[in-house]
């Protein structure tokens, strides 16, 4: 068969096999509905441990707030590149959208860290404290970033690696932002060496894994 | 001085004809532009309607859909024997996701994504498929023609690993290649025998031949 007899044949079944498709919505809508999942978990985590511990932390030590506040930045906007990035066509600098956000988090965290004067009122982490941050942190992250390739996978990623980094570093940002509603200490250098492990395996694991799974079928 | 006077307003003189050539090359190239944006745009409108389940707009906006897929592949350096397949596995996948088309935005930029994946994808194989394979004239002088018996027996070596890699198809697939290649059935025979319509046996067809092809080139 000659080539465009090749092409109108192809055409002509895909036609005969066409159907209406449910469009998918923007990519903003998207990160709202997965970012209400995170809301969720947020509210039952502060109805379980109460806003106040969370405030009386932020008010003696105000970076910890800003670090709080740059991971939920964070997520949103590493939620947004992602499924940004699984529309065809769209501009591969949505991945730097995350990145403001990202340095004001991890820059406000190790502000606390270098801080010399500890507030009485907060005590610094011990090694089994930080463990549970990590282990949080992963667990979190888990179901967050599962969510987010189920999502993305009725979307159709070109750049699936940097799409899966995208997922893993919204849902470590997410956890780190749920974790701070829980969390029962001032930012030590443990305890942010703790979280940047968690956060790079959470991204480690969705760039191997997700980007797999989130390959151009 | 009067030397370079001159050769200033020389210089001046080609400035402003340089200046006015841009300028008719940038006015020349306006209705270029207008007409592509306004093709993008009908383009647009015929994928809308085609996400809503219309087929003529829906084929139509697939065959112009050809030439732009070609140019995106031959600009990706695909092999001209090589940018038919390109075109037919754009197609295929514009089928299968043309749900993340958002109206709203350029559909030649939404194409472009995808052709340009696909050509990539394209060049990638050929390249292991390259690697692979030895070039004829060190094939000619390290391997030397070989006795029928043994001609034989690879043929009928491949002819096995073909009925393997049939079994191991998706059941629809397998069915197609039965049906229309195996027993050599025309469309409406095989539809009528199966209780499946012509459109989804060519397709399973199409399908299987990939798969095959991919099988036996060993490709993933």
Same mark, same amino acid.
């Given at each position: 068969?000659?080539?465009?007899?090749? +092409?109108?044949?192809?055409?002509?079944?895909? %036609?005969?096999?066409?159907?209406? *498709?449910?469009?998918?919505?923007?990519?903003?809508?998207?990160?709202?509905?997965?970012?209400? *999942?995170?809301?969720?978990?947020?509210?039952?985590?502060?109805? +379980?441990?109460?806003?106040?511990?969370?405030?009386?932390?932020?008010?003696?030590?105000?970076?910890?707030?800003?670090?709080?506040?740059?991971?939920?930045? #964070?997520?949103?906007?590493?939620?947004?590149?992602?499924?940004?990035?699984? *529309?065809?066509?769209?501009?591969?600098?949505?991945?730097?959208?995350?990145?403001?956000?990202?340095?004001?988090?991890? %820059?406000?965290?190790? *502000?606390?860290?270098?801080?010399?004067?500890?507030?009485?009122? #907060?005590?610094?982490?011990?090694?089994?404290?930080?463990?549970?941050?990590?282990?949080?942190?992963?667990?979190?992250?888990?179901?967050?970033?599962?969510?987010?390739?189920?999502?993305?996978?009725?979307?159709?990623?070109?750049?699936?690696?940097?799409?899966?980094?995208?997922?893993?570093?919204?849902?470590?940002?997410?956890?780190?932002?749920?974790?701070?509603?829980? +969390?029962?200490?001032?930012?030590?250098? #443990?305890?942010?060496?703790? +979280?940047?492990?968690?956060?790079?395996?959470?991204?480690?694991?969705?760039?191997?894994?997700?980007?797999?799974?989130?390959?151009?079928? | 001085?009067? !030397?370079?006077?001159?050769?200033?307003?020389?210089?001046?003189?080609?400035?402003?004809?340089?200046?006015?050539?841009?300028?008719?090359?940038?006015?020349?190239?306006?209705? $270029?532009?207008?007409?592509?944006?306004?093709?993008?745009?009908?383009?647009?409108?015929?994928?809308?309607?085609?996400?809503?389940?219309?087929?003529?707009?829906?084929?139509?906006?697939?065959? =112009?859909?050809?030439?732009?897929?070609?140019?995106?592949?031959?600009?990706?350096?695909?092999?001209?024997?090589?940018?038919?397949?390109?075109?037919?596995?754009?197609?295929? $996948?514009?089928?299968?996701?043309?749900?993340?088309?958002?109206?709203?935005?350029?559909?030649?930029?939404?194409?472009?994504?995808?052709?340009?994946?696909?050509?990539?994808?394209?060049?990638?194989?050929?390249?292991?498929?390259?690697?692979?394979?030895?070039?004829?004239?060190?094939?000619?002088? $390290?391997?030397? =023609?070989?006795? =029928?018996? &043994?001609?034989?027996?690879?043929?009928?070596?491949?002819?096995?690993?073909?009925?393997?890699?049939?079994? $191991?198809?998706?059941?629809?697939?397998?069915?197609?290649?039965?049906? !229309?290649?195996?027993?050599?059935?025309?469309?409406?025979?095989?539809?009528?025998? &199966?209780?499946?319509?012509?459109?989804? !046996? @060519?397709?399973?067809?199409?399908?299987?031949? @990939?798969?095959?092809?991919?099988?036996?080139?060993?490709?993933?």
């Amino acid at each position: 068969m000659s080539d465009p007899r090749r +092409h109108e044949a192809l055409i002509d079944t895909l %036609g005969a096999e066409l159907v209406p *498709v449910r469009r998918l919505p923007a990519p903003w809508l998207r990160a709202l509905g997965w970012l209400s *999942v995170v809301a969720v978990i947020a509210a039952g985590l502060l109805m +379980h441990y109460g806003i106040t511990g969370m405030l009386r932390r932020w008010t003696s030590a105000p970076d910890l707030a800003w670090a709080g506040i740059g991971a939920v930045l #964070t997520a949103i906007a590493a939620a947004w590149a992602a499924f940004s990035l699984g *529309v065809p066509g769209r501009s591969e600098r949505w991945a730097w959208l995350p990145l403001p956000p990202a340095l004001l988090w991890i %820059g406000a965290s190790g *502000v606390g860290c270098l801080r010399t004067w500890i507030p009485s009122e #907060t005590h610094v982490a011990g090694i089994h404290e930080v463990n549970d941050c990590l282990v949080f942190i992963v667990s979190f992250s888990i179901p967050l970033s599962a969510c987010l390739v189920w999502l993305l996978r009725r979307a159709f990623p070109l750049r699936p690696v940097l799409t899966a980094v995208m997922i893993g570093l919204a849902s470590a940002a997410a956890s780190a932002s749920l974790l701070e509603i829980c +969390h029962a200490f001032d930012a030590a250098v #443990t305890d942010l060496l703790m +979280h940047v492990l968690a956060v790079a395996l959470v991204i480690g694991a969705n760039a191997a894994m997700g980007g797999r799974l989130l390959q151009p079928r | 001085m009067s !030397l370079s006077l001159t050769a200033g307003g020389m210089m001046v003189l080609d400035d402003g004809l340089s200046l006015g050539l841009q300028l008719r090359a940038i006015l020349s190239a306006e209705p $270029t532009i207008r007409a592509n944006e306004e093709a993008d745009q009908r383009r647009a409108a015929l994928m809308a309607a085609a996400q809503a389940g219309d087929r003529r707009a829906y084929e139509r906006v697939l065959a =112009d859909s050809v030439g732009l897929i070609r140019a995106v592949a031959r600009r990706q350096g695909v092999a001209p024997d090589a940018v038919d397949d390109v075109v037919q596995e754009t197609l295929l $996948t514009v089928h299968r996701v043309r749900h993340t088309y958002d109206p709203s935005r350029s559909y030649d930029a939404w194409l472009a994504a995808i052709a340009a994946r696909r050509a990539i994808d394209a060049l990638r194989s050929h390249g292991r498929r390259d690697r692979r394979e030895l070039h004829d004239e060190y094939a000619l002088e $390290t391997h030397p =023609d070989r006795d =029928d018996a &043994t001609r034989e027996t690879e043929r009928e070596q491949s002819a096995q690993q073909l009925r393997d890699a049939i079994a $191991t198809l998706p059941p629809g697939q397998r069915e197609a290649v039965e049906q !229309l290649a195996l027993k050599e059935r025309s469309l409406a025979e095989a539809a009528q025998h &199966t209780g499946r319509n012509a459109g989804a !046996l @060519k397709v399973n067809l199409h399908r299987a031949l @990939k798969a095959l092809r991919n099988r036996i080139h060993g490709e993933p």
